[in-house]
C-alpha cells in the first residue's frame, strides 16, 4: 500500500482557515479544564491553600466547568485532527529547526490532550482499566498537555492570525500551513514581478488560480465545517451539563449520576464497597474527638441530643455531578467547644471506612469554623441510611466530595 501524500486529500475542509476557527474553541476549551483542574487539586490537595468556603457552591462550578468543558473539547478535536491530518504525509518530513519543534509540540499536545480526555471520560463513566493512580496521571499528564499547547500557539501565530484575518471560504493556495513556510511563500508571491506577466494577465492569472484551487478541492464548504464543529460541542457539553446544573438535568443523556440515589442524593462508594460492617455501625458506635487537652466520646444518641443544625448545601463529585441536599447535624465548631478547641483547628477527620482511598481527610481551618460545617446525621429529613454514611458523616461548603468523609468516628485536632 502506497503511503499517501499531502496534495491526496483534496477536500476543502481541510484547511488553515478551518484548523485556525475550530483550534481558537479547542484552545479555550483546554484552558478552562486545565484552570479548574489546577482549582479542584488545590481544593483536595493542597491543606495550605486557603480554599473559600463562600459561596457554598463554589466547587460545584469550578468541577462542573471542568468536566463539562472537557466533554465540549472531544467534538472540537477531532474535527481540528481531521482538518490537519494531511500535514502528517507532508514532504519533507522535517523541513527546518522550527518546523521540527512545531512537530514535536503537535505530537506532545495531541498525545497527551487524547491521553486527558480518555481517561477523564471513562473517569466520568467509573470506568477504570489501567494500572496507575487516575489523579496522578491526570494531574502530571495535564501539565504537558497545557505546556505543549502554549508551545504550539507560539509557534503557530503567525499561521493563525494569517488564517483569521480571511474569509474562511477565500482561497488558500497561497497561505503557508506551517511556521516554517511563513518566510517562503510570501517571499514567493512578492517575486512576481506584475512586469513580467503580460499585460492584462495578472487579474485573469488570479481568477484562473482561484478556479483551478476551487476545482482541485472540493468537499463540504468550510463554513459548515467550522459551524458543525461548534454546535456538536455545544451538544456535548449540553448532554453532560445537567450533572451540575439541576435545570438541564433532563439533557444530560451522558452523566451517569443525573438520577436520585436513596434520600434523594447519588452515591458514588456503597458501605459494603467501604468495608463497612454492621457491627462497626452498630450500638456499640462511639465518635471521638481528640484534642490537646481533652478528648470527647459521643454515642449516637448524644449526637442526637446535642444541639442539631440544619442547612441546605450541594454535594458535588469530582466526576462533575452535584446536587443541593438538607442536611441536619451537629456544628463542628461545637464538637471542637466541648473539648476545649478554638474552631479555627486544622482536623483530621478519620472513617469507619477500611477500603478504598479517601478513608480519612483533612478539614481546614476555614471549614472548621464555618457555622455551616456539619457533623451531619440526616438527609433531607431522615435519618442517614448506610450508603451515606450513617452513623454520621461530614458536610461542608464547598468542598470535593470525597471529601466528605462519611462513617465518621474519629475527628483528631491537628493544629
Known amino acids: ?14 484547511s488553515p482557515a478551518v484548523a485556525s476557527r475550530v483550534g481558537v474553541g479547542l ?31 463554589g466547587y460545584r462550578v469550578t468541577q462542573g466547568a471542568h468536566v463539562i468543558s472537557g466533554v465540549a473539547a472531544i467534538p472540537l478535536l477531532l474535527v481540528k485532527l481531521w482538518s490537519v491530518y494531511p500535514r502528517l504525509y507532508v514532504r519533507p518530513t522535517v523541513k527546518s529547526v522550527v518546523h521540527a519543534l512545531e512537530r514535536l509540540s503537535i505530537a506532545a499536545l495531541v498525545a497527551a490532550v487524547i ?64 511556521s ?5 511563500k510570501p517571499q514567493a508571491v512578492a517575486s512576481q514581478d506584475p512586469a513580467d506577466q503580460p499585460a492584462g494577465g495578472g487579474a485573469d492569472q488570479g481568477a484562473e488560480a482561484d478556479s483551478a484551487e476551487t476545482s482541485e478541492k472540493h468537499g463540504i464548504p468550510r463554513r459548515t465545517v ?17 450533572g451540575s446544573i439541576p435545570w438541564l438535568s433532563k439533557l444530560a443523556v451522558l452523566s451517569p449520576s443525573t438520577g436520585t440515589g436513596p434520600q434523594g442524593v447519588p452515591i458514588n462508594r456503597t458501605a459494603d464497597a467501604a468495608g463497612i460492617t454492621d457491627q462497626a455501625i452498630g450500638s456499640a458506635f462511639e465518635l471521638t474527638v481528640v484534642s490537646e487537652t481533652a478528648t470527647g466520646t459521643w454515642s449516637l444518641d448524644e449526637l442526637r441530643a446535642m444541639p442539631q443544625r440544619t442547612v441546605a448545601l450541594p ?101
Not at 32 to 56: K, M
Not at 148 to 168: E, G, Q, Y
Not at 316 to 329: D, L
Not at 362 to 371: C, E, F, K, W
Open 180 to 184: 516554517a513556510e511563513t518566510d517562503e
Open 226 to 242: 467550522v459551524r458543525s464543529a461548534y454546535i456538536a460541542s455545544g451538544l456535548a457539553a449540553l448532554s453532560i451539563a445537567g
Open 315 to 415: 454535594i458535588t463529585c469530582v466526576e462533575g455531578w452535584s446536587t443541593n441536599a438538607e442536611w441536619t447535624g451537629v456544628r463542628i465548631s461545637d464538637l471542637l467547644a466541648a473539648v476545649d478547641a478554638p474552631a479555627e483547628s486544622r482536623l483530621r477527620i478519620i472513617s469507619l471506612q477500611t477500603q478504598a482511598a479517601f478513608g480519612e481527610s483533612v478539614l481546614p481551618t476555614q471549614h472548621s469554623a464555618d457555622p455551616l460545617t456539619l457533623l451531619a446525621l440526616r438527609l433531607n429529613g431522615e435519618e442517614l441510611v448506610r450508603d451515606h454514611g450513617f452513623p454520621c458523616r461530614l458536610i461542608a461548603p464547598s468542598r470535593p466530595g470525597v471529601l466528605q468523609t462519611k462513617w465518621v468516628t474519629r475527628i483528631e485536632v491537628i493544629g
Open 1 to 14: 500500500m502506497l503511503i499517501p501524500r499531502e496534495e491526496t486529500f483534496t477536500s476543502r475542509g481541510r
Open 27 to 57: 484552545g479555550i476549551a483546554i484552558s478552562v479544564c486545565f484552570i479548574t483542574g489546577l482549582l479542584s487539586h488545590a481544593a483536595q490537595d493542597l491543606v495550605w491553600f486557603p480554599w473559600p468556603t463562600r459561596p457554598s457552591w
Open 115 to 178: 491521553f486527558e480526555l480518555t481517561i477523564g471520560v471513562l473517569n466520568i463513566a467509573k470506568v477504570y482499566i489501567w494500572p496507575f493512580d487516575f489523579r496522578a496521571a491526570h494531574f502530571a499528564v495535564a501539565w504537558v498537555a497545557a505546556g505543549s499547547l502554549l508551545l504550539h500557539i507560539a509557534i503557530k501565530l503567525p499561521v493563525i492570525r494569517m488564517a483569521l484575518s480571511r474569509p474562511v471560504e477565500a482561497d488558500d493556495s497561497s497561505l503557508p500551513v506551517s
